[in-house]
């Protein structure tokens, strides 16, 4: 079976030699490829399947990177290539378990006031520099420094004193124990050699041309095409096999997926109707491989709760009974989701598989509407109470197709049990200031993204309900804060698991949101690239480790 | 002339001042700041954050404040800084987008003319006939075509069936290692679809606009003249009508100075072309101010200038109107 396999990919290359001899085939390939001769020869000699240093991957991105530095950028991006190039002193290891990367331990001392970090002593800058506590210490305070533009102070600012006794070893006390406090060190280390003269760092050599720790060293930055990125041969973690990385900026999705099938772009996240319509022929599943895992984010139907129409429990409750949420997984995402019921990630430790669920039952939402006092009392098929009729609109963003059709169907599953929606689609910026900032809605689809950390304090605790907060639907409940409290302050984890498991009964029992659906990333890679092992993590996790086999090696001359 | 060129460019100073004003109220009133799209919705960024990018970038300051400090910049040609992270300064990403833009439309135009003249004399002379009915058709179908749609379409024949032209880009990866030569031809490969696809839309205006001038000119005494002293019907047509058709053409190209530097935003996305379209439609999605401000401030300049080289243009092909300004 195996063996024929690559008998036909050895067929396959000798195809693509025979079309790149004749000058037809993909341009990229035209000067990159090998003498047609070399590649008969090593199609016909069968070997070369393990691992080899060599080739190079084209990544398909909507978006252009925004900077090279990515602790003060906030897009998707940048945080790609950010990952490549820097490293943190941790990270989230394939099972979202945190392990060192700089940090070769640490030791968390005096309840979680107190961490050590006992850093890796074989680590060198990009530009030959050996990294040390000073370069960590550093960008602890480049993160602090009120002139630095960066979103991303807020956990750093918790920290109440930090120092580097001797170069491998760096401290950071806190004020109150804060247990999200171990993962925010997987902060990208910034050189303090690069950068420690600088008056502004958005205008530095280092955002221009950055040195980091990663396991790829940048190349070039051709804005709003492409970047490129060639492989750290001392990496601290082992030589990365794959020689090159080029992130080839396509903006159109159609565009990317011709560039795709026709060998331009090595790997992309594919959208649903591409994953089950697109590619479900032959030809495809040929050259690439595709898979599909559950996301880190969320989608729901978020109610305002200062108004009157939504005060009510059962209220809630019964909108979330009179949703099929299976149905729509299948009619947005084509059923390449699954349901929501909290807000946090199904495969985690930290969800809460045993929370009340809301299956579809129109009957019993009904019923839950008729308890909380509304009825058809004037036969015109919506709902009333006291003279008011159960009717509100459902805002969204602009741009978000899966959003707005979401909408549509949580519009007719509503009216089933005479409740009226009106839906209504706003450009974001205009749709943030002008609805959710001033709390002028009444209910919105909007999405949350979710971390491997568990802490939502900025979410769900009271706290957080003024203008720009996140708590914008205004929810409060005291067992709520203190649970979210309790669980920001604790380090151990069967511990912090109990509070978010009650954290989550509670929020699944008086619904605030209509949890809805949690998507799945749904990357195809090009069939060369070996040893790609999904997890809960995704699939770059292991990215050092993929491998091209040096008979299938395309791009030659990387 | 002289005399009048002056006016001209003087008369242009309160007309830019006025549109930077304008540019600068509206971009302001659009909702949203530069920093809502990093920091809204983001559990992350806190209060902190938000004040602190705004102070950043200068924000905080009244609004007239901001007006007369950018236009202060302005009057030593700065255009002042992006709000990107990149935080490059926006003549340097405008140099960095506007060859590439410039090259495209440059082949469009000539394109555009190259055809579009020859067909417009063409359903002229030949009016009503077989032809002329022909080219209408044509050119309108152009006009009308999505040209997204018309492109999507191009790529799967061109790129994926028959693999004869590259899909998106401007050039391919290891072009920095091409010779002179290969970088030209592979430069060419990339720009067939999007230069065709682009003039192909832009047929009709041109062609239609030739065809009416030159009818009307055809209609004139002094064709009929030129016919009743014996001249050959080629002669007539291409010495003495075409030139006086032609006439109206330079308004047109005089006019379209500006449209060089303005990519379009979907054929760009589309093909994946780093021209000055998406550049300008970034900024204004994120509201990076000083780059949208410097791009409307160039736009309006080259839009002044287009207009004033046309009448100069005008003036100096046709001496009916130079010497009457005599």
Redesign the interface.
Known sequence: MKGNRGRRLSLFILFLAVVLATGCGDRSEKKSAVPPKDVVDIAVGDGGKAPYYGDAIVIGSIGDISGLIPNITSDSASRDIGDFIYDGLVRYDKNLEIEGVLAESWEIKEGGLKIVFHLRKDVKWHDGEPFTSKDVLFTYKFMIDPRTPTAYAESFLQVKNAYAPDPYTFIVEYEKPYAPALGSWGLYILPEHRLRDTEDPIKSEQNRNPVGTGAYKFVEWKPAERVVLESNHDYFLGRPYINRIIYRIIPDQATMFLELKAGGVDFMGLTPPQFRRQTEIAEFNKNFNKFRYISFSYTYLGYNLKNPLFKDKRVRQALSHALNRMDIVQGVLLGLGVEATTPYKPDTWVHNPGVRKFEYDPEKAKKLLADAGWKDSDGNGILDKDGREFSFTIMTNHGNEARSKTATLIKSYFEKIGVSVKIRIVEWAAFINEFIDKKNFEAVILGWGTGPEPDQYNIWHSSKTGEKELNFISYANPEVDELLEKGRRTFDKEKRRGYYWRLQEILAEEQPYNFLYVGESLPAVHRRFRNIEPAPAGITYNFIEWYVPESEIRYTKF | MGKYLAKRLLLMIPLLLGITIITFSVIHL???SPT???????????????E??I???GLDKPLHVQYVNWLKRLATLDFG?SF????KPVIE?IK??IPITIEINVLSMIVIISIAIPLGVISAVKKDSFLDKGTTVFVFVGFATPTFWLA?LC??LF??K?????????N???YD??SLF?KIV?RG??LIMPVILGAFGGLAGLSRYMRSNMLEVVRQEYIQTARAKGISEKRVIFKHAMRNALLPVITILGLSVPTLIGGSVIF?????I?GMG??FY?GVMS?DYPVVLGILFIGAVLTLIGNLLADVGYALADPRIREGEG
């Open positions: 659009a909702p949203g809502d799209l990093v920091t809204d919705l983001n559990p992350q960024a806190g209060a902190e954050a938000r602190r990018l102070a950043y970038y800084q990107q992270p990149d935080g990403k960095e987008r999507l790529m799967i790129g994926v028959l693999g004869w032209l590259p899909i998106s880009g401007i391919s990866l290891d290692r091409l290969g592979d490969r990339h760009e996305t589309i093909f994946a780093p998406r550049l970034q509201r």
